[in-house]
């Protein structure tokens, strides 16, 4: 592999293997995918078939069992667990149930993620209101997740994975909740991010977005990319 192919590439998997349990059906099998800077990514496959062990993978929420990860020019086997952190902040994610903190309002589950960080409230003020307004809810500010519809809820879940402007957002499932007016909303959202610059990779079972979206499809199953297709007809 090339110097300058790692450069180039935001992800970059060579042979990726991850076996949760001896003796079984690896979960993700020898996977090799690059994915350059700016791309969006579907990724489809039916359940079981390694979706979101390949994301899991990314976030090091899971190590891999053999093969070669490299994310924004990090290399996952020289990576000390103190650098983590630095990883996961190149890295939103967000997931099919939100995860919102249902005590505090939607200001404040996108603040927490800058509080956490150690920003400073001049900072939170200034940063808070644009990300919302990027997502389409700075008129929802105030509310509080229990107030909101599903696919608000994402968008507050989006926001608070983007606000600290990650190389990379993750989005497993995140319609899997939600009706078809709301799931596209969140799908829009999710486009726009990736107009921004950032690189998204999108996990789905709702054929409709994959053909709706004219992305770059990767089809999984039984942990092994079944198929890699850029979906024709989207112009730039
Ligand atoms: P998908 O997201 O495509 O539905 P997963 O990545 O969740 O698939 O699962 C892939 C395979 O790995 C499945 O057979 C699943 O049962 C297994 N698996 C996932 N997580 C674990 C775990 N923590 N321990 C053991 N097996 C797991
Ligand atoms: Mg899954």
Redesign the pocket.
């Known amino acids: 592999m090339s110097v300058f192919a790692i450069i180039v590439l935001m992800i970059l998997l060579d042979r990726v293997t991850k076996t949760?349990?001896p003796r079984k059906m690896a979960?993700l099998d020898r996977i090799s995918l690059h994915v350059e800077p700016r791309e969006f990514v579907i990724i489809v496959?039916p359940?079981?078939?390694?979706?979101?062990?390949l994301l899991k993978i990314l976030t090091r929420e899971e190590k891999p069992s053999s093969g070669k990860i490299i994310i924004g020019g990090i290399d996952y086997e020289r990576l000390k667990d103190k650098n983590i952190p630095r990883l996961r902040r190149k890295i939103g994610v967000v997931f099919q149930d939100f995860k919102l903190l249902p005590n505090k309002s939607v200001f404040e589950n996108v603040a927490f993620a800058l509080e956490i960080a150690g920003y400073s409230n001049r900072e939170i003020r200034y940063t808070v209101p644009k990300v919302l307004n990027i997502v389409g809810l700075k008129n929802k500010a105030k509310n509080y997740p229990r107030e909101l519809s599903g696919g608000e809820m994402q968008r507050v879940a989006i926001a608070r994975a983007v606000v600290r402007q990650p190389k990379i957002l993750i989005a497993d499932e995140p319609t899997g909740n939600l009706d078809p007016k709301h799931a596209w909303d969140v799908i829009k959202v999710l486009e726009r991010i990736n107009k921004f610059g950032t690189t998204v990779l999108l996990t789905t079972h709702n054929q409709e977005i994959v053909n709706r979206l004219k992305r770059r499809v990767v089809t999984i199953r039984d942990g092994k990319i079944v198929s890699d297709r850029a979906n024709s007809g989207y112009n730039e």
Request: net charge positive; hydrophobic share 20%; no cysteine.
């Open positions: 949760y349990q979960a496959g359940s079981g078939a390694g979706k979101s062990t």
